[in-house]
C-alpha cells in the first residue's frame, strides 16, 4: 500500500502522475523530468483545476522581484513546453485551455493516493470552496515536502536523473540554445553559449559531438527532434535556453533520446555572467555522466579547468566569435575589433587569442588578405594562446595551419593538428585541416579518412564536403570526386566554391559539356558584374572549344587580382589545363612570393602532372619543402 508521505508527493490527473519531488511526468508509456518553468506552471494549474490562473499570477510565480525578463514571451515559451511534455496543443486543449489575453485553466480533475479514477471535465467547471480550499492545503503539503529537500546554490537544481540505468550514448548534437530575455540583440550570447558547450563536449574522447555549422542550420526551424537526429546521424539531442538578466546568467538543459523521444534529463545552472565558462564545464560533466560516458582523468582535468573572465571581455569574445562564424569580409574585421577589445579587457583570455588567430587565418584562406599579412598575426595570437592555456585545441590547430600553410613545416604541422584532436575529437576543423596536410603528403587513404571524419562531425558544412571531394581528386580517383562534388552542390546549391570544384573534377574527367556548365555556375555565383560577364562569354562556347573557357576564367581570374587578392596557384591551373607552360610557371612563381597557401598542393593536382619532369618544378617543390 502506498504510504501517506508517498500519496501526498504524487499527483494524478487524466493518464499522467506528477512526482512533486523529482519533477517527474510520467504515464503507462511516457516519462519526462520538467524543467523550472514548466513544472511551476503546471503546480500552479493543479492547485486550482477548472479555474483561471491569471497570467500576472503565473509570473509573479514565476520570476522574483527584480528579475528583468520579457515576461510574456517567458511564459509562452514555458506553456508551449509543458503542453509539449502533456502531449497537448493550445488548438484543442485536452489539459490547458488558454483563456485569451488573461491566462490558463487546467480542463481535467484532479486526485491523489492509488486508484482515484481521473475523469475529464468541461472547461467552464468551476471547483466549489471548499474543493479548492481542500486542494491548496494538500498541494502546498506537497510543495513543502519538494521544498524541505531541496538547497540552493549557484548550482540551481532542477530535477534528478532517472532511477534506471541511461542509455550509452555515443553520438550527440546540442541544438541552438534558446534566448529567453526577449532582445533580439542578444542572439550573438545564446549562440556563443551554444558554441562553447558544443566544444565542451567536444572534448570527451567517448562522444561524437556535431559542430556548431551544422546544429545552426536548425536555429529556429520547428522540427521532430527524431527527424533532427536522422539528418545529423546521433543518437541524442541536448536542446535549452539562455538567459542573462544583469550581471546573471542561467543555463537550462535537457538531453533527449532521438529514437523514443524520450526526455532523459533536465538541469538548470545559474551564476555570474564572469563564471560561463565554469558552468559550460558543469553541464558538460553532468552530460557526461547522463550518456554513461567514462571520462579519462585528462578529460576530468580539462573539463574542469576554466578560468573566471572579466564579463566585459567574455561580451566582446562572443560577438567577435558570432561575426566570425558568419565568415562575411567586413564581419570578419569587426571581429578582429572585438577579440582586441576582449584582450585589452582581459590580457589572459586565451580564448580571445585563439579566436584572433582564426580570424586572421580565414581572411587569408578565403582570400580576403595577403598571406603575408595576415599568416604572421594568426601565428602570433595561436602563440600566445597556447603559451596561456596550452590544452585550447582551437589554438593548436590554428597555429597547426599557419604552419602547414605559410611556414610550410608539414611535420611540425601534423604534431599540432594531432594534438588538438587529441584534446577535442570532434573538432571538425582540426580533421579538415589534416586531411588537407595528408593528401599534399601523398597520404591519400588517410586523408580521405580524416576528411570523412571531418563531414561525420560536420555535415552541413559548406567546406568539409569540398575537401572529401578534393581529397579524391588529389588520389586521381575522379568518379568519386564528381560524385562528392554532386552532393555537395545539392547540398549547397548557391556556393561558390561548390560549382568550381565540381567542374575541376569534370575538367580532369575530360567531361568538357558539364565542365562548362559548372564553370558558368561558378563565375554566376560569385556575385561580381566581371564574373557575369565571363559566364554570359562562356555560354557561348560548345563543348569541342572548352580551352576558349578557360583564356575567359584566365583573364578573369588576373582582373579580380587587381581589385583584390586571389590565388596565383588558381590561375597557374588554368594556364596548366589550357597548356601555356610558362605562364603557369610564371603564376606558380607569383604564389611563391605570396606565400599562397594552396602552393603545396601542386604537387599532387592532376593539373600539373606533366610538370614533374620539369627542372623548374622539382625546385619549387624543393623550396616549398617537398619532393615529386
Not at 493543479?46 to 503565473?58: I, S
Given at each position: 500500500m502506498e504510504s501517506s508521505a508517498e500519496s501526498k508527493r504524487i499527483i494524478r490527473f487524466a493518464e499522467f502522475e506528477l512526482d512533486l519531488r523529482a519533477g517527474e511526468l510520467s504515464s503507462n508509456d511516457y516519462h519526462v523530468i520538467l524543467a523550472e518553468k514548466p513544472f511551476q506552471i503546471l503546480t500552479?494549474?493543479?492547485?486550482?483545476?477548472?479555474?483561471?490562473?491569471?497570467?500576472?499570477?503565473?509570473v509573479r510565480r514565476l520570476w522574483p522581484t527584480g528579475t528583468f525578463v520579457d515576461f510574456n514571451l517567458g511564459l509562452n515559451k514555458a506553456v508551449n513546453r509543458l503542453r509539449e511534455a502533456l502531449r497537448d496543443s493550445a488548438e484543442q486543449p485536452r489539459f490547458i485551455e488558454t483563456v485569451p489575453k488573461r491566462g490558463y485553466r487546467l480542463v481535467v480533475e484532479v486526485s491523489s493516493g492509488v486508484g482515484t479514477p481521473a475523469t475529464e471535465?468541461?472547461?467552464?467547471?468551476?471547483?466549489?470552496?471548499?474543493?479548492?480550499?481542500?486542494?491548496?492545503?494538500?498541494?502546498?503539503?506537497?510543495?513543502?515536502?519538494?521544498?524541505?529537500?531541496?538547497?540552493?546554490?549557484?548550482?540551481?537544481?532542477?530535477?534528478?536523473?532517472?532511477?534506471?540505468?541511461?542509455?550509452?550514448?555515443?553520438?550527440?548534437?546540442?541544438?541552438?540554445?534558446?534566448?529567453?530575455?526577449?532582445?533580439?540583440?542578444?542572439?550573438?550570447?545564446?549562440?556563443?553559449?551554444?558554441?562553447?558547450?558544443?566544444?565542451?563536449?567536444?572534448?570527451?574522447?567517448?562522444?561524437?559531438?556535431?559542430?556548431?555549422?551544422?546544429?545552426?542550420?536548425?536555429?529556429?526551424?520547428?522540427?521532430?527532434?527524431?527527424?533532427?537526429?536522422?539528418?545529423?546521424?546521433?543518437?541524442?539531442?541536448?536542446?535549452?535556453?539562455?538567459?542573462?538578466?544583469?550581471?546573471?546568467?542561467?543555463?537550462?538543459?535537457?538531453?533527449?533520446?532521438?529514437?523514443?523521444?524520450?526526455?532523459?534529463?533536465?538541469?538548470?545552472?545559474?551564476?555570474?555572467?564572469?563564471?560561463?565558462?565554469?558552468?559550460?564545464?558543469?553541464?558538460?560533466?553532468?552530460?557526461?555522466?547522463?550518456?554513461?560516458?567514462k571520462l579519462t582523468q585528462e578529460e576530468r582535468v580539462i573539463l574542469s579547468s576554466s578560468q573566471v573572465v572579466n564579463s566585459e571581455s567574455q561580451e566582446a569574445y562572443l560577438k567577435g566569435r558570432y561575426l566570425w562564424d558568419e565568415r562575411k569580409p567586413e564581419g570578419l574585421r569587426k571581429a578582429i575589433e572585438y577579440f582586441n577589445e576582449a584582450i585589452q579587457k582581459d590580457p589572459n583570455y586565451a580564448l580571445a587569442y585563439a579566436g584572433l588567430a582564426d580570424t586572421y587565418g580565414v581572411l587569408s584562406d578565403h582570400d580576403m588578405s595577403y598571406p603575408r599579412e595576415a599568416y604572421p598575426k594568426a601565428k602570433a595570437a595561436a602563440l600566445k594562446a597556447l603559451e596561456i592555456d596550452d590544452s585550447l585545441a582551437e589554438a593548436h590547430a590554428a597555429l597547426g595551419r599557419v604552419e602547414w600553410g605559410y611556414d610550410w613545416d608539414a611535420a611540425q604541422a601534423e604534431k599540432e593538428f594531432l594534438r588538438a584532436i587529441q584534446l577535442n575529437p570532434s573538432n571538425s576543423t582540426a580533421h579538415q585541416w589534416y586531411a588537407d596536410l595528408l593528401s599534399e603528403e601523398r597520404r591519400a587513404d588517410e586523408a580521405i579518412r580524416e576528411a570523412k571524419k571531418a563531414l561525420e562531425l560536420n555535415p552541413l558544412s559548406e567546406a568539409i564536403p569540398l575537401k572529401l571531394g578534393d581529397a579524391y581528386y588529389f588520389a586521381h580517383r575522379y568518379d568519386e570526386a564528381i560524385e562528392q562534388g554532386r552532393y555537395t552542390v545539392d547540398l549547397h546549391p548557391t556556393a561558390s566554391d561548390s560549382h568550381q570544384n565540381l567542374a575541376v573534377y569534370y575538367l580532369a574527367k575530360k567531361m568538357y559539356a558539364p565542365f562548362l556548365t559548372q564553370a558558368q555556375l561558378w563565375l554566376k555565383s560569385s556575385g561580381e558584374e566581371s564574373s557575369a560577364k565571363a559566364a554570359a562569354a562562356i555560354s557561348r562556347i560548345d563543348a569541342a572549344h572548352y580551352p576558349e573557357a578557360l583564356r575567359i576564367m584566365i583573364n578573369q581570374a588576373v582582373a579580380q587580382r587587381k581589385v583584390a587578392y586571389s590565388s596565383a596557384v588558381w590561375i597557374a591551373y588554368l594556364c596548366a589545363e589550357r597548356g601555356d607552360k610558362d605562364d603557369a610557371f610564371h603564376w606558380l612563381e607569383t604564389a611563391y612570393r605570396d606565400r599562397d597557401d594552396s602552393i603545396r598542393s601542386i604537387n599532387v593536382d592532376p593539373g600539373f602532372d606533366e610538370f614533374h619532369s620539369d627542372p623548374r618544378f622539382q625546385d619549387l617543390l624543393r623550396r616549398v619543402g617537398l619532393t615529386a
Open positions: 500552479a494549474l493543479l492547485e486550482r483545476p477548472g479555474e483561471m490562473v491569471t497570467r500576472d499570477e503565473l471535465v468541461a472547461p467552464s467547471r468551476h471547483p466549489s470552496q471548499k474543493e479548492v480550499k481542500g486542494w491548496a492545503l494538500f498541494l502546498t503539503a506537497g510543495l513543502a515536502l519538494l521544498a524541505a529537500g531541496s538547497l540552493v546554490f549557484d548550482h540551481v537544481w532542477v530535477n534528478r536523473p532517472w532511477k534506471t540505468a541511461q542509455p550509452l550514448i555515443r553520438s550527440i548534437a546540442v541544438l541552438p540554445l534558446e534566448d529567453v530575455s526577449g532582445d533580439p540583440t542578444q542572439d550573438y550570447f545564446a549562440d556563443g553559449i551554444t558554441d562553447e558547450l558544443i566544444t565542451e563536449l567536444g572534448k570527451i574522447g567517448q562522444l561524437r559531438v556535431v559542430s556548431r555549422t551544422s546544429v545552426m542550420g536548425y536555429k529556429g526551424v520547428h522540427k521532430p527532434l527524431a527527424r533532427i537526429a536522422r539528418e545529423l546521424n546521433v543518437e541524442a539531442v541536448i536542446e535549452g535556453t539562455v538567459l542573462r538578466s544583469g550581471k546573471r546568467v542561467r543555463i537550462t538543459a535537457q538531453l533527449i533520446e532521438a529514437s523514443t523521444d524520450k526526455h532523459l534529463w533536465a538541469e538548470s545552472y545559474e551564476g555570474e555572467a564572469g563564471d560561463v565558462l565554469a558552468l559550460q564545464d558543469e553541464v558538460a560533466t553532468a552530460i557526461a555522466n547522463q550518456i554513461r560516458i
